[in-house]
């Protein structure tokens, strides 16, 4: 179950609408299981369906992760219209090369969080994503302070 604080969660709706009508994405540093830190990278696919993220920023967090010893503790993304539930794009797109479920995800260990804005208050939730395209949904514990 992740610890998340609400703060945190605040910072990624804020940044689903923030991007709306397209799809927003970013990814949350941490450090000993505890997320710290929300990122956000520009969507580069510009779309109300589907995210992509830029490949340059990407790059850049994980050098800043390397430098301060964090980890990915989490990818997320917005969904503008559906509910927080990863579609099979999604799904896909968590694999290298893409739909290659027969090999861990790029990021095993990360969580993948989902904020929905199909609803008011948004919705929001977290999933693993598995070899085969499993999914297994972890309930957030929303925490004020970590």
């Known amino acids: 179950m992740p610890h998340i604080p609400k ?45 992509s993220m830029d490949p340059l920023t990407m790059l850049k ?19 503008v219209a559906s509910e927080a539930y990863p579609s099979p794009t999604d799904i896909r797109q968590a694999f290298f090369p893409p739909g290659q479920f027969d090999r861990e995800p790029m990021f095993p260990g ?3 969080i989902l904020v929905s804005l199909a609803q008011d208050p948004p919705e929001v939730r977290a999933f693993k994503i598995r070899q085969g395209g499993l999914i297994e949904e972890e309930l957030i514990n929303y925490e004020d302070d970590l």
């Open 7 to 51: 703060k945190l969660i605040d910072e990624m709706i804020a940044h689903a609408v923030d991007d709306l009508p397209n799809e927003a994405c970013g990814q949350v540093n941490g450090k000993n299981d505890k997320p710290l830190t929300v990122n956000r990278v520009k969507n580069v696919a510009a779309s109300p369906f589907r995210y």
């Open 61 to 79: 967090l994980e050098q800043g992760r390397e430098k301060s010893r964090e980890d990915l503790f989490a990818i997320y993304h917005s969904h």
């Open 110 to 112: 990360c969580f993948y």
